[in-house]
């Protein structure tokens, strides 16, 4: 049984030292590897920080789960004890109050076996748990109800807590004499510091560093600083209390540039490290806000209070208090101002989007207007067009009129000269055959009839004028007529009645009287050769009647 008792703690302090292995190195990446030292990098790489507060938060929250569950495996006060001191760790930063009550579980288990040592141990967590809460009197009523011992005359975190403790509360002290009895515990606090971390270099040179800054050596603060970072580089690359000490000291030199680069440095190890309890992000809020950067500013001061309230470390709401009502005014004002100019801008938008409205209104009603003047001109120059068509077919017609009575004048003078002549052979030879006294000879010649023939010649001399004035007119006729049904002239005649009638109605005469008289035909007959011409048409009876007015 002992024997897989001691294989049980053995396993839980193993799990233990792995965990804590772990955070450590994923806290400090290894290798040497130069950190960012323009201030827009370290602003960059803080701004991150500040921005993924959540997802740091649930690293710390998997590494204390798995210190819960190692702490509740085990029954072994002494092995609990030890798991509690990675509890008390874990959560010292991080969250006060929890840290506080594993400190006091840690004071239980010492007193539980007896162990002077652990007991003293114990309750030095449980009066830096009471310090980070602000409770310093408290703190002090611990550490000096403890026994003094060679533990604690050579422990560093012994004369850390007294010196942390009375420097808190010289930061609340208002009258001359209690600040300088205040300050002389410091200074014996301090010493004691420095002699007991002789053996840690780094520990020991940040303390040295304060000595000569409360003296007022910042100079000679800053040359020992500057020469053990050069020596020591890796030891220095991950502190932030070395940066921060660093900082503070190029701050009272005036050196602000500098300092806040330190400043911003140890900013972002504490956020790295997921420390809640840091002053050094308060400070670099103030110097933004020393430089107009309220915005920033004004990030980095909220993020510290949140932090400072999640950790329960009321020791530190001092320093936030005495920076954020300032750095929230500031900012304040500074996003009225830009409310301000953005209502202006809001504004003059408004307006150049009224007056563009307005222009836009009045370019469409100039371009309705426009437009209306454009269509009205359209229709008018369509209507000019169709008048000056008309007045060309008018003229093509007037043209065709003009043509067709100088030839049909022509043939008018022609065949009444004809008539003239033969009037005149007529008679002479009646007269000649009266004087004789051919009486029978003129009976027989008062008889005979040469309308047929006089007819004839008409109808001939009109159809030779009209195929001359229109030469394609019986191929364009019969175009319009059904192909089986076309009309051709009979041998010798030039047109046939149907196609003389048409030509009459071609000219322009349609009256079937009228066509009747010109032919001697009856008005009957002159019907029936329309009729039967208009049944062999391709189409109705009055697209007919215009398509051969236009042949």
């Given at each position: 049984?002992k024997?897989?008792?001691?294989?049980?703690?053995?396993?839980v302090?193993?799990?233990?030292?792995?965990i804590?292995?772990?955070?450590?190195?994923?806290?400090?990446?290894?290798?040497a590897?130069?950190?960012?030292?323009?201030?827009?990098?370290?602003?960059a790489?803080?701004?991150?920080?500040?921005?993924?507060?959540?997802?740091?938060?649930a690293?710390v929250?998997?590494?204390?789960?798995?210190y819960?569950?190692?702490?509740?495996?085990?029954?072994?006060?002494?092995?609990?004890f030890?798991?509690?001191?990675?509890?008390?760790?874990?959560?010292?930063?991080?969250?006060?109050?929890?840290?506080?009550?594993?400190?006091?579980?840690?004071?239980k288990?010492?007193?539980?076996?007896?162990?002077?040592?652990?007991?003293?141990?114990?309750?030095?967590?449980?009066?830096?748990?009471?310090?980070?809460m602000?409770?310093?009197?408290?703190?002090?009523?611990?550490l000096?109800g403890?026994?003094?011992?060679?533990?604690?005359?050579?422990?560093?975190?012994?004369?850390?807590?007294?010196?942390?403790?009375?420097?808190?509360?010289?930061?609340?002290?208002?009258?001359a004499?209690?600040?300088?009895?205040?300050?002389?515990?410091?200074?014996?606090?301090r010493?004691?510091?420095?002699?007991?971390?002789?053996?840690?270099?780094?520990?020991?040179?940040?303390?040295?560093?304060?000595?000569m800054?409360?003296?007022?050596?910042?100079?000679?603060s800053?040359?020992?600083?500057?020469?053990f970072?050069?020596?020591?580089?890796?030891?220095?690359?991950?502190?932030?209390?070395?940066?921060?000490?660093?900082?503070d000291t190029?701050?009272?030199?005036g050196?602000?540039d500098?300092?806040?680069?330190?400043?911003?440095?140890s900013?972002?190890?504490?956020?790295?490290?997921?420390?809640?309890?840091?002053?050094?992000?308060?400070?670099?809020?103030?110097?933004?806000?020393?430089?107009?950067d309220?915005?920033?500013?004004?990030?980095?001061?909220?993020?510290?209070?949140?932090?400072?309230?999640?950790?329960?470390?009321?020791?530190?709401?001092?320093s936030?208090?005495?920076?954020?009502?300032i750095?929230?005014?500031?900012?304040?004002?500074?996003?009225?101002?830009?409310?301000?100019?953005r209502?202006i801008?809001?504004?003059?938008?408004?307006?150049s989007?009224?007056?563009?409205?307005?222009l836009?209104?009045?370019?469409?009603?100039?371009?309705?207007?426009?437009?209306?003047?454009?269509?009205?001109?359209?229709?008018?120059?369509?209507?000019?067009?169709?008048?000056?068509?008309e007045?060309?077919?008018?003229?093509?017609?007037?043209?065709?009129?003009?043509?067709?009575?100088?030839?049909?004048?022509a043939?008018?003078?022609?065949?009444?000269?004809?008539?003239?002549?033969?009037?005149?052979?007529?008679?002479?030879?009646?007269?000649?055959k009266?004087?004789?006294?051919?009486?029978?000879?003129?009976?027989?010649?008062?008889?005979?009839?040469?309308?047929?023939?006089?007819?004839k010649t008409?109808?001939?001399?009109?159809?030779s004028?009209?195929?001359?004035l229109?030469?394609?007119?019986?191929?364009?006729?019969?175009?319009?007529?059904?192909?089986?049904?076309?009309?051709?002239?009979?041998?010798?005649?030039l047109?046939?009645?149907?196609?003389?009638?048409?030509?009459?109605?071609r000219?322009?005469?349609?009256?079937?009287?009228?066509i009747?008289?010109?032919?001697?035909?009856?008005?009957?007959?002159?019907y029936?050769?329309?009729?039967?011409?208009?049944?062999?048409?391709?189409?109705?009876?009055?697209?007919?009647l215009?398509?051969?007015?236009?042949?």
């Open positions: 049984m024997s897989c008792s001691k294989h049980i703690v053995a396993q302090l193993w799990r233990c030292m792995c804590a292995a772990v955070a450590l190195l994923a806290r400090f990446p290894a290798g590897a130069p950190r960012p030292a323009t201030k827009a990098a370290l602003l790489q803080l701004d991150a920080l500040v921005d993924s507060g959540s997802s740091l938060d690293q929250e998997r590494r204390i789960t798995r819960r569950k190692a702490f509740d495996a085990t029954p072994q006060a002494r092995v609990r030890i798991v509690a001191n990675y509890l008390f760790y874990g959560y010292r930063k991080y969250r006060v109050d929890s840290a506080l009550y594993y400190a006091r579980v840690r004071v288990l010492a007193s539980s076996f007896a162990s002077p040592d652990s007991l003293a141990s114990a309750l030095m967590n449980e009066a830096d748990g009471l310090k980070r602000g409770r310093f009197n408290d703190a002090l009523q611990v000096s403890m026994r003094r011992s060679s533990y604690t005359r050579n422990s560093p975190y012994y004369y850390y807590l007294y010196h942390s403790i009375y420097y808190s509360i010289s930061q609340q002290l208002t009258g004499d209690e600040i300088a009895a205040c300050n002389r515990r410091l200074e014996r606090y010493d004691s510091v420095s002699w007991v971390n002789r053996h840690d270099p780094l520990d020991y040179c940040s303390n040295e560093a304060e000595i800054k409360s003296r007022g050596q910042y100079r000679e800053l040359q020992y600083l500057r020469q970072e050069r020596r020591h580089p890796l030891l220095v690359q991950h502190n932030a209390v070395f940066w921060f000490t660093m900082g190029y701050e009272r030199l050196d602000n500098s300092a806040m680069l330190c400043m911003m440095r900013a972002i190890i504490d956020k790295q490290s997921n420390n809640k309890t840091y002053t050094s992000l308060q400070r670099v809020a103030w110097m933004l806000y020393e430089q107009g309220y915005e920033r500013a004004y990030r980095y001061i909220t993020c510290a209070m949140h932090d400072v309230i999640a950790a329960r470390a009321f020791n530190r709401l001092s936030v208090s005495e920076y954020m009502p750095i929230t005014t500031a900012h304040e004002q500074q996003q009225h101002a830009m409310r301000v100019r209502n801008s809001s504004l003059a938008v408004a307006i989007a009224l007056v563009m409205g307005v836009l209104l009045l370019l469409y009603r100039r371009n309705k207007k426009l437009a209306a003047t454009r269509h009205a001109l359209a229709v008018i120059n369509a209507r000019l067009k169709e008048l000056n068509e007045l060309n077919r008018m003229n093509v017609r007037l043209s065709e009129s003009n043509k067709i009575k100088e030839a049909y004048i043939q008018l003078f022609n065949v009444c000269s004809g008539y003239i002549d033969s009037y005149e052979k007529s008679r002479l030879s009646l007269l000649g009266l004087k004789s006294g051919s009486i029978k000879s003129l009976e027989t010649s008062l008889k005979s009839s040469t309308t047929s023939v006089q007819l008409l109808f001939h001399n009109f159809d004028i009209f195929l001359e229109f030469p394609g007119f019986v191929e364009r006729f019969n175009g319009l007529l059904r192909p089986d049904e076309r009309i051709s002239p009979k041998a010798g005649e047109l046939s009645p149907e196609l003389r009638i048409y030509a009459l109605v000219l322009g005469i349609n009256d079937s009287v009228k009747a008289g010109f032919l001697h035909y009856s008005p009957q007959t002159v029936n050769y329309r009729l039967k011409v208009r049944n062999k048409a391709t189409m109705p009876k009055e697209a007919f215009a398509r051969v007015k236009t042949l």
